[in-house]
DNA sequence: AAGTTTGTTAAAAATATATTTAACGTTCAA
DNA sequence: TTGAACGTTAAATATATTTTTAACAAACTT
């Protein structure tokens, strides 16, 4: 009877695990560290942990489990929790897949965009020196308006993604995309 | 005077590096290897390439030229160009960044549903087991019962990313978030 | 105040990734 | 059919990243 137990623990932790490998090595293609990957899709299932018990869990040095905790802060997949009576710093795991979608996407795209948008403002003010520029031939004139066209027009996808990441950020994408579609 | 067209030059190519700097910056974090970020990004302005000349332009070797425009052909932001007469192979960078937008975070997304979705269905039979199997003891069935439901819950999630793919693919997004808002 | 516990920082080691050099196979041209 | 041009593959090198071990600093306990 207690060896009947045994196998139906094993077998929830196998479920467990299928589930672990999926979504660290999803998370491994979004450039975090496989330690943080595996600790995030670890924690999924976990209430809280301490770096001790990740270092256990995971069979991996405390200070790699540290810092892959702050990764994971930064990105707001983890958070950390006050645990009163514990001297360690406890951590819990963000669980709505929504919200790590929000986070990670919004500051990547708005990133791109700002950094992108920088550097084509600054070119485009190179160019309009050019083509202003009395001295210049014909074809340069022509060449750096071609450029300056180009990057016009590849405004108009960061203002895009500015909007995108607006509308996930006040939610008003789940007006036009519902979470709970029917299947 | 030549030295004044000397001049403009230079600025043109000074404004276009800054542009090729700030895009192969964003494409390092997407997970593309510097070499083909900056290929990329400098066939960004440019007709069509070969083999030879990304060598030539970006001082770099030609093996290396030649997995960076695979790797950049896989993602579909680089596509092979047929020139009569010509024996080389020319290669032209696609330009929409909404084309490769789609593109990139379509595959992207559809995979990992994929890969979760059918982790989840797995976890889910072997926790079905579980519960229904009379030998588990109750807490062991709340347990699996728990994980379970934590399981059907996320896969809301993963339902909502394959909506927003097909309404990315289909362009029925831009509906909702249109292109050319004006500012 | 001395000794633990806890977490972080810094240097070293291990590992993985990116790039180059060298060798190869194919296709075309003479 | 020989040789050159072109592109790719494979092995070697270089470089970067990840992880660990060791040393440290802060906070708490006794």
């Known amino acids: 009877m207690s060896e009947q137990n045994e196998q139906s623990r094993m077998k929830i932790e196998e479920a467990k695990d299928k589930v672990i490998g999926a979504i660290a090595e999803t998370m491994d293609l979004y450039g975090v560290t496989p330690a943080a990957a595996n600790l995030y899709a670890t924690m999924y299932f976990k209430e809280q942990m301490t ?58 795209w708005e990133r791109e965009a700002k950094t992108n948008m920088e550097a084509i403002e600054e070119a485009q003010e190179d160019l309009i020196e050019v083509i202003k520029d ?34 996930i950020r006040s939610g008003k994408i789940f007006e036009f995309l519902p979470k709970d579609q029917q299947k």
């Open 134 to 167: 009395s001295s210049s031939t014909p074809d340069i004139v022509t060449e750096a308006k071609k450029y300056y066209d180009q990057l016009e027009e590849s405004k108009v996808y960061y203002h895009w993604l500015e909007d995108l990441v607006a509308s």
């Open 51 to 108: 770096l001790d018990e990740m270092r256990t869990e995971l069979e991996m040095s405390k200070p790699s489990m540290s810092t892959s905790v702050r990764k994971l802060q930064e990105i707001e997949m983890v958070k950390k929790t006050f645990t009163r009576g514990s001297r360690k710093h406890t951590y819990i795991a963000e669980k709505n897949f929504f919200r790590s979608f929000m986070v990670f996407y919004c500051q990547m």
